[in-house]
Structure formats: C-alpha cells, structure tokens
C-alpha cells in the first residue's frame, strides 16, 4: 500500500510502452515533487527478446531513471490482454490502491492489439473502481465479489480518477495538447535503454526491431515533430476526450502566426 495517494499513474500493456510514449512527461511531474506510477499490465514473457525476468529488471531501472514512485506489473497473459471482468477488477484495485487523480492510458487504437485493448480496459477499470458498491480487495490476485458484496483480503474505498488522457505516441493522429519535455529528453531516452534486452544489436528480431544506432533518430525525430506543434524542441502528444477549458484569452500558450 502507498503511504499517499498517486499525482499521476501510466496504464500499459507491456514494459517500456510508458518509456517510449509519456516517459519524460512522468519525469517532469516527479521533478516538480509530484508522485507518478507506472502499471504495466503484461509481464512481457511473449517478447521476441528477452525474459520477462529481464524486462522485470530493467523496467525497475527505468523506473529510477524516471523519478517513478511506484511501479507494478500485473499478470495479464502477454498477447492476450483482454478487456475481460476479471482483468478489470484487478487493474479497478489498483486504481484503489493508489488513488490518481490523474490515469494516463494508451490511445484506443493501433497495431498491437495489446496496446488499444489497453485504453479500453483501463477505461473501463477507472468507472468500476468509483462504485462504492463494488467490494475489492488489496490484492489484484485475490480480487473478487460475493453475492453478498464482500471481498477477500482488506476492502479498498471507492476512487475514480478526476482526469484521464491518452498517449497518442503510438498513433498518427492530430493530439490535443502536447507536454515540453525539452528538458527532459536525454534521461527519457536513457529509459528506454535501461531495456538492454529489447534495444540492443543481436540476431533474434533484428528485421523487427531498429538498430541500436538507429533508436536516437527515431525518438528524436518523433519527440521534435510533437514538439514543433507545441513551439518547443521536444514534445510528447496526448488526447482528452473533454472540450478544453479557459479562463484567460491572454494566458493561452502557443503562437498562431
């Protein structure tokens, strides 16, 4: 259990999902003393490199590389993310647990079918971690409901995120706003190199995966695009589903012409 509740928590499918699209906007928050967690909700064991054993380690490294105060995986089979009940309850009790005002989850479309059930899940796990009538329990293994409406292990209260976004990163799609992250790129990209297994020149996926020397251009590439948007160096994109609101004309950031 957190000794307080999350500022920010990043829901993804697998380990270094959260480096690549919103790491160095998670970087920013822990930098301005906010608390920021990761869930990843697959343990990665069906990555062509690597163990789930190694994603494990180098995701805890990413984790201090980004100034991440809490991170966990879950036991969702890797492949298979399925926007099932039970997968629900397990992601609503962490929603619980940690108590974010704030859910960062995938954009709800894309290649990996991981990646787009994720936001749909994820979604779906913050409505049901707000029914006060919902009994879960403290751990996402033993998560359950009885006709009598008790859980196992200790209760959890209600919570329901006050604000969910959705990193677009994965997505070629025109994003609602975009977060400077000029400042952090550098230990964002270390993070993404923390995962040795997955980055590193060898044979297994090579016509899959971009050669080591390679990666820098593409996060750079992709990070400066975002950022020309934004009228800063580097940007990571999101989306919200909600019209904007403001209070001042003047304050509003972002040259037109």
């Given amino acids: 259990m957190l000794s307080s509740s999350l500022d920010i928590l990043a829901i993804a499918a697998h380990r270094d999902d959260v480096e690549q699209t919103c790491g160095g906007t998670l970087l920013k928050a822990a930098q301005r003393g906010q ?21 494990a380690r180098e995701a805890d490294d990413a984790a201090k590389t980004l100034g991440v105060s809490w991170r966990r995986a879950l036991d969702i089979p890797d492949g298979r993310v399925e926007n099932t009940w039970e997968n629900r309850l397990k992601v609503a009790s962490v929603i619980r647990e940690t108590r974010p005002r704030v859910v960062i989850l995938p954009y709800w479309k894309g290649r990996h079918p991981d990646h787009y059930t994720a936001s749909v899940l994820g979604y779906e796990a913050c409505f049901l971690a707000g029914l006060a009538r919902l009994a879960l329990s403290s751990q996402p293994s033993a998560v359950s409901q009885t006709t009598s409406g008790l859980s196992q292990g200790s209760p959890l209260p209600p919570h329901r995120p006050f604000k969910i976004v959705y990193a677009t990163l994965y997505y070629d799609i025109r994003p609602t706003f975009v977060v400077d992250i000029s400042e952090q790129f550098e230990e964002k990209f270390a993070s993404i190199l923390a995962y040795k297994s997955q980055f590193s020149d060898q044979d297994a996926g090579k016509d899959l995966f971009p050669a080591r020397e390679e990666i820098r251009s593409r996060v750079e590439a992709m990070a400066r695009f975002y950022g020309m948007l934004g009228g800063v160096t580097f940007a990571e994109p999101f989306l919200q589903k909600e019209v904007g609101l403001v209070d001042d004309l003047l304050a509003l950031p972002v040259k037109s012409i």
Wanted: no cysteine.
């Fill in 35 to 55: 608390h920021t967690g990761i869930l990843d909700l697959t343990q990665g064991e069906m990555g062509t490199r690597g163990t789930a054993e190694d994603r």
